[in-house]
């Protein structure tokens, strides 16, 4: 009977990330709270609704579940801010291989967003 309370943990540890993401552009935000919702439903009914309804986390759930994609605002913010976070980072840590690591993400993770589906507003 230890399983359910390390399920609700790490579903809430989860949700924490996922919504972290929602602010921190590197740290994603869908694959925490789909990791939350696993967690949950197969511990807590009570947090799984909870989840599934809240305004912040939900929609993100619906829209990957419903395959309906990202606003093309959020793509574009999405990209400006991953670059700029990427940029001060490079500017900060004026490693080598750091700023080549920095510069992959800013060249692979924009085309990654790009190719998701665009949902209309």
Not at 30 to 38: D, G, V, W
Not at 45 to 68: A, S, V
Not at 77 to 90: Q, R
């Amino acid at each position: 009977m230890l399983i359910r309370p390390l399920l609700v943990v790490a579903g809430s540890i989860s949700v924490a990330l996922g919504i972290a993401g929602i602010f921190l552009p590197l740290l994603p935000t869908t694959p925490f709270l789909l990791l939350a919702a696993a967690c949950y439903v197969r511990s807590s009914p009570r947090l799984y609704r909870w989840l599934m309804n809240h305004r912040w986390t939900g929609e993100y759930i619906r829209d990957y579940r419903e395959k309906r994609g990202l606003p093309l605002r959020s793509k574009i913010l999405l990209v400006l801010l991953l670059w700029a976070t990427v940029f001060w980072s490079a500017y900060q840590l004026p490693h080598p291989w750091v700023r080549a690591l920095l510069t992959i993400v800013a060249v692979v993770i924009p085309i990654v967003i790009m190719r998701l589906p665009t949902r209309k507003p």
